[in-house]
């Protein structure tokens, strides 16, 4: 079993706390915040706390997203704009997902949230997410809200490229293998139209409701 419990985390979300692999210095291993799933099924309203307790854990939700349709193909340029998936991994603080983690020469990969706080939509970040937007519908990949702090960059060959760290899978419940392709491409341009609504809500200042 892998131990986390001296380690630090080198971020954390709402949900979990993302770790370096002790063994592998190119794959992350995020476990969800202790006692939180409890604490979420507490406050849910009453009509939803029939539900178990796995469908809050953000871990299993993204294990599953993975299995999607649009990934089950077998195709590399499916991979270009997402963290490989490696399973669910055993630790001394709990069940871990285990994903690339995504670096520029050694360095963690900033988020586009940060870079878009510091630099503003450049016509550089612009193209990239252009290229991301392309990828999604290309690909049909369904993704929850695209939010920029769940949007990593990578430099390669002098580009930027985005990379989904988080947020994989539908919004809501919907059968994962069984849905049209009428479907998600309603789907996949309702979640680029939120995301550069969320990108503008960001960017000026976050005022009122960006949805
Ligand atoms: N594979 C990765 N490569 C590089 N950085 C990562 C990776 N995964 C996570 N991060 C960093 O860690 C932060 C938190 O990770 P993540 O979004 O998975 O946590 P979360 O708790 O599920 O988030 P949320 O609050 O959106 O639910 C990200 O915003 C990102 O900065
Ligand atoms: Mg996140």
Redesign the pocket.
Known sequence: MINLSDATPF??????K?YVHPNNPNR?L?VVHPGLLQEIKKNKPWYKRFRSIDSFD?NLREEQAYKQKALIKDNPNLWKHL?KWYGMTKTDIGMASE????KNDNQ??E?LENYLFTYGVTEEIKKSIEEFQMWLRENLILTKNLIP??L?LKEQDGKIIIKI??GLGPQAFIPLHDYSTYFAKRYVEKRIKLMWSRINWDLSGRKGNWK
């Open positions: 971020a954390e979300g709402g949900n979990r993302c992350c995020k953000d963290a994903t690339e983690l995504i963690i990969a988020t702090h769940n990593v760290i988080d």
